[in-house]
């Protein structure tokens, strides 16, 4: 286990290359196996994500090859297995799994889904969508069964509008007999790619990045190939960096349309951010004033950033109040960035930070994914070093953190974690 090591004060000038979008990749991998033949996908991010999914296809017979950024599925030996649990924990997007077994096999076995501890995370609306479509759902001993004699399409309402059971649901309706109806779907980029996917395989798909989706289900699914859109978290949080440390910071592969509610935002706040084409670029702000923000679904402020952009706050002049109305407790990074020094409260589903205060290197602790993206950032604006455990989190969702950083002119290293670091880590 290592630690990951900021040196604090360093400014940031030059270009970053932003990879393919986590929460797309995690989605199309499982969608994969529902093709006849090979699937090859590329602007595939390096992230421990991945490499989980593509070993849990390799478990149940899939052929994978990976390439640089590009992945071959051949999803021809799969077989209708149940799911190593140890492999599914690792990842709450094992969830993709079932909608996806489900279509292709009619049934799945799978353990409950992990990844980070956000507050509570049900899965009640994936079960309504593939229990609608006619599959029975039963918890068996902490792992959940599918199975369904046939799959029928169905007219499916989600009561909470949720991007995981839209893109499940789309998994199982592609396969099912007649039409699917989605309706209050979510509509974040991540689930137009994987609708572009599944008709690039041949399925019909209508309205996905509308509330209203609409599937006419086919027999049969054919390989094709892939390009995953940017990562338009990755690219926020390289923006936000760089709002806080840069000068002149181009983000290179961007859509900037997926980034609007943030650049919005930054505007108000006074960064100065021009985008042109598939770059961002950040240039030196005068000064930086508080705001408002309240997390929402696409295509409000991403609930993703909401970590991120906390640490700017920090900087930022005067008095900002941030609310997340899409994970109540999604607040595990403010204890650590007190730690740093920050001035913040945090009451319900709202933390009110005290800007303008100048941070310190300080021993933290990254709690998930977006926590780690968040103390990274503080690091880079404090005075010394800030140590910063759990990087593991980090792992799952920025491919080549410190090096893209490094570039920039970020100075930032890992080291082993001492045995008693380890303990303290293990027990917390
Ligand atoms: N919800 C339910 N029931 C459900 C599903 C969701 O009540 O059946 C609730 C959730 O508890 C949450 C809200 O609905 O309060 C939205 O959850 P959603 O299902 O949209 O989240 P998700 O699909 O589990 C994805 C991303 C998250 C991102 C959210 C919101 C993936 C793999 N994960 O999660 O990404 O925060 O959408 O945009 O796509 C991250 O990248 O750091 C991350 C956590």
């Known amino acids: 286990m290592e630690k990951l090591?900021?040196?604090?004060?360093?400014?940031?000038?030059?270009?970053?290359q932003i990879g393919g979008a986590k929460n797309s990749a995690v989605a199309l991998i499982p969608a994969a196996l529902l093709a006849d033949s090979p699937v090859r996908i590329d602007n595939l991010p390096n992230i421990s994500d991945v490499e989980v999914l593509s070993d849990l296809l390799t478990h149940i017979g899939g052929h994978v090859t990976q390439k640089g950024d590009e992945i071959t599925i051949d999803p021809r030996g799969i077989k209708p297995m149940p799911l190593p649990n140890g492999r599914v924990k690792q990842m709450r997007a094992s969830y993709y799994m079932m909608g996806a077994m489900l279509g292709k096999f009619k049934k799945a076995a799978i353990g409950l889904p992990g990844g980070c501890n956000l507050g509570p995370r049900p899965i009640d609306q994936h079960i309504k969508g593939f229990e609608a479509l006619g599959a029975v759902v039963t918890n068996e001993q902490g792992s959940i069964y599918l199975r369904a004699k046939e799959l029928v399409g169905a007219r499916i309402y989600l009561d909470v509008v949720s991007v995981g059971a839209t893109i499940n649901i789309m998994l199982a309706a592609v396969k099912a007999k007649g039409k699917t109806i989605i309706e209050n779907a979510a509509k974040e980029p991540e689930i137009i790619d994987v609708a572009t996917l599944l008709s690039s395989m041949g399925a019909d798909i209508k309205g996905a990045g509308t509330d209203v989706i609409r599937i006419?289900?086919?027999?049969?699914?054919?390989?094709?190939?892939?390009?995953?859109?940017?990562?338009?978290?990755?690219?926020?949080?390289?923006?936000?960096?760089a709002a806080c440390m840069g000068t002149d910071v181009k983000i290179k592969n961007v859509i900037p349309d997926h980034l609007e509610s943030l650049i919005a935002k930054l505007d108000e706040m006074g960064v100065n951010v021009q985008s042109d084409d598939d770059v961002i670029i950040v240039e030196k702000s005068k000064q930086i004033t508080g705001a408002d923000i309240k997390t929402l679904v696409h295509p409000g402020f991403p609930t993703d950033l909401q970590q991120p952009v906390t640490s700017l706050l920090v900087k930022a002049k005067g008095t900002s109040i941030i609310t997340d109305t899409i994970y109540n407790a999604r607040?595990?990074?403010?204890?650590?960035?007190?730690?740093?020094?920050?001035?913040?409260?945090?009451e319900g589903r709202s933390a009110m930070i005290n800007g303008g205060k100048r941070l310190e290197g300080a021993r933290v602790k990254a709690s998930d994914l977006r926590a780690g993206a968040a103390l990274v950032i503080a690091g880079l604006m404090a005075n010394g070093v800030t140590e910063i455990t759990g990087v593991h989190h980090i792992d799952r969702g920025y491919e080549s953190l410190e090096e893209k950083l490094k570039g920039l002119g970020a100075k930032l290293w890992r080291e082993p974690l001492s045995h008693e670091e380890q303990e303290q880590l293990k027990s917390s």
């Open 331 to 346: 607040f595990k990074h403010i204890d650590e960035l007190r730690r740093m020094g920050a001035d913040i409260k945090v």
């Open 216 to 241: 006419e289900g086919k027999e049969q699914l054919k390989g094709c190939g892939h390009s995953i859109i940017p990562d338009r978290i990755e690219a926020g949080t390289y923006i936000i960096a």
């Open 5 to 16: 090591m900021v040196e604090g004060g360093h400014p940031l000038t030059g270009e970053v």
